[in-house]
């Protein structure tokens, strides 16, 4: 089983993240507003992994003569 890949969408999510948690050490009233957004991002990669994994997977057939020309 392998690790599934979030998306590129999602790790700029988590940019915005990381650039709201460096305002809110900075400005006290901002600390509200990255916790919901932290909680929003967390929500978000949940619902991802959730659709990830109800995905079907994908499956590949090959057929082979049963005479191979030398």
Do not use: C
């Not at 509200?32 to 992994?49: E, H, K, P």
Request: hydrophobic share 65%.
């Amino acid at each position: 089983m392998t690790l599934p890949i979030p998306g590129s969408n999602l790790f700029k999510l988590l940019g915005v993240v990381v650039v709201l948690a460096f305002i809110a050490g900075l400005w006290a009233p901002a600390v509200l507003i990255w916790q919901v957004a932290a909680l929003a991002l967390g929500l978000i990669a949940l619902l991802d992994l959730v659709l990830l994994y109800r995905k079907a997977i994908p499956e590949a057939k090959r057929s082979i003569h049963t005479s191979i020309p030398l």
